[in-house]
C-alpha cells in the first residue's frame, strides 16, 4: 500500500505562488508516474500535470507556462510549483501515483486558495 501525503496549500492573492509537496511512503517510489490533479467546487477531478520517472512532463493548457512539477526520487517527493496563480486555480489539489495500470494511488488533497 502507498501513502501519499501532500502540503504547502493555502491562501494567496492573485499573481502569487505557492508550492505544494507530496511525499510518498513507497518502497519503490522511482517507477510511478507522479501527478498533480484538481478539484474545484462543484466541478470534476482534473488533470494539472504529470512527471514519469525519467522526468518526462506534462501539464494541461490552462497551466501551462505557469506550473512546473518536479520529482526528487531520493526524497521520494514531488513538486509543483505554481506562479502567477489566478481565482480561477482555486482548488483542493491532490496527489497522485501511477505505475502502469496495475497501482493507482490518490492523496488526502490540499486546498488552494487564489484570492482577487
Known amino acids: 500500500q502507498v501513502q501519499l501525503v501532500e502540503s504547502g496549500g493555502g491562501e494567496v492573492q492573485t499573481g502569487g505562488s505557492l508550492r505544494l509537496s507530496c511525499k510518498a511512503f513507497?518502497?519503490?517510489?522511482?517507477?510511478?508516474?507522479m501527478g498533480w490533479y484538481r478539484q474545484a467546487p462543484g466541478k470534476q477531478r482534473e488533470f494539472v500535470a504529470t512527471?514519469?520517472?525519467?522526468?518526462?512532463?506534462k501539464y494541461s493548457d490552462s497551466v501551462k507556462g505557469r506550473f512546473t512539477i518536479s520529482r526528487d526520487n531520493a526524497k521520494n517527493t514531488v513538486y509543483l510549483e505554481m506562479n502567477d496563480l489566478r481565482p480561477e486555480d482555486t482548488a483542493v489539489y491532490y496527489c497522485?501515483?501511477?505505475?502502469?495500470?496495475?497501482?493507482?494511488?490518490w492523496g488526502q488533497g490540499t486546498q488552494v486558495t487564489v484570492s482577487s
Open positions: 513507497v518502497g519503490d517510489y522511482s517507477r510511478y508516474v
Open positions: 512527471i514519469s520517472s525519467g522526468g518526462r512532463t
Open positions: 497522485n501515483a501511477v505505475y502502469y495500470h496495475i497501482e493507482n494511488y
